[in-house]
C-alpha cells in the first residue's frame, strides 16, 4: 500500500545534541510537511517542501532544519534540541497545495530529551 | 494557525452508543476532514468531504460538510472499544500548506 513512513518511531537524545528524523513516501506527492504536536494538541505546522522548494512557518525556530533529497525523502533536523523540543513529530504529504488536497499522515516520532 | 471550535473536548459512553461531535468556525472552508489518533500514533484520515451539503459514511462513521461551509459533525454509530482515541477535525482553504486548521480534538473514551 502506498503511505508515508517515519523512522524511527522513538527517539531519544540528550540535550543539545542534534538528531535527525527522517520520513519517506511512495505516495508520489508534491508536498511534504512536517508538523510538530505536544500532548494531545493539534499539530503545529513547522515548514513544508513544495517540490524542492522549502517554506518556512515564521514562528519555526531556528533550531529546526529540513531537508528533502528527493521526492521521496524529507528530513527534520534539530540542531540544538531543549527540553521543550519533546514531542511528538508528524510527516504529512499532500498531492499539491490547493484546498482540496488532503493531507496523509505518517505513524509520527516520538522525541525524548533528556 | 487558526482553530476551529470543535466539541465536545471529551466524551466517555458505554459500548453500543452513538456518538457525535462537531466543528465550527466564522469561516468558510472548501473541505472538511476528520482524523483520528491513537496513542503514540500519527492522524488516520476517516472522512474528506468537499462540497457544502455533503454527507459521506465510511462503516459506522458518518460525516456532513455544512451548508454554510463553517461547520461539519462526525457521528459514530454502535460505538466499539477500539474507536477509542482522539477525533480532530480540520479544514482546507486557499492555496498553501498552512491553509490547513485543526480543531482542538474530541477525546472519545469507550467503556465496555
Known amino acids: 500500500d502506498a503511505m508515508v513512513i517515519q523512522n524511527p518511531r522513538y527517539q531519544v537524545t540528550q540535550f543539545g545534541k542534534p538528531v535527525t528524523l527522517s520520513c519517506s513516501q511512495t505516495?508520489?506527492?508534491?508536498?511534504m510537511y512536517w508538523y510538530q504536536q505536544k500532548s494531545s494538541q493539534a499539530p503545529k505546522l513547522l515548514f513544508h517542501y513544495y517540490d524542492k522548494d522549502f517554506n518556512n512557518e515564521a514562528d519555526t525556530p531556528d533550531n529546526f532544519q529540513s531537508r528533502r533529497p528527493n521526492t521521496s525523502f524529507c528530513f527534520l533536523d534539530i540542531r540544538s534540541p531543549g527540553l521543550g523540543d519533546a514531542a511528538m513529530y508528524l510527516c504529512?504529504?499532500?498531492?499539491?497545495?490547493?484546498?482540496?488536497?488532503?493531507?496523509?499522515f505518517g505513524p509520527g516520532t516520538r522525541l525524548t530529551v533528556l | 494557525g487558526q482553530q476551529l471550535n470543535q466539541s465536545p473536548q471529551s466524551m466517555f459512553i458505554q459500548e453500543g452508543e452513538d456518538v457525535s461531535m462537531n466543528c465550527t468556525s466564522s469561516s468558510i472552508f472548501n473541505t472538511w476532514l476528520w482524523y483520528k489518533q491513537d496513542p503514540g500514533e500519527g492522524p488516520v484520515l476517516l472522512i474528506a468531504?468537499?462540497?457544502?451539503?455533503e454527507l459521506t459514511s465510511n462503516g459506522r462513521l458518518t460525516a456532513q460538510f455544512g451548508i454554510t461551509r463553517k461547520d461539519s459533525f462526525l457521528n459514530i454509530s454502535a460505538s466499539i472499544p477500539s474507536d477509542v482515541g482522539i477525533y480532530f477535525c480540520a479544514a482546507l482553504r486557499g492555496t498553501g500548506a498552512n491553509n490547513l486548521f485543526f480543531g482542538t480534538g474530541t477525546r472519545l473514551t469507550v467503556i465496555p
Open positions: 504529512a504529504t499532500s498531492r499539491d497545495r490547493i484546498s482540496t488536497d488532503t493531507q496523509y
Open positions: 505516495l508520489n506527492h508534491n508536498v
Open positions: 468531504l468537499y462540497k457544502a451539503g
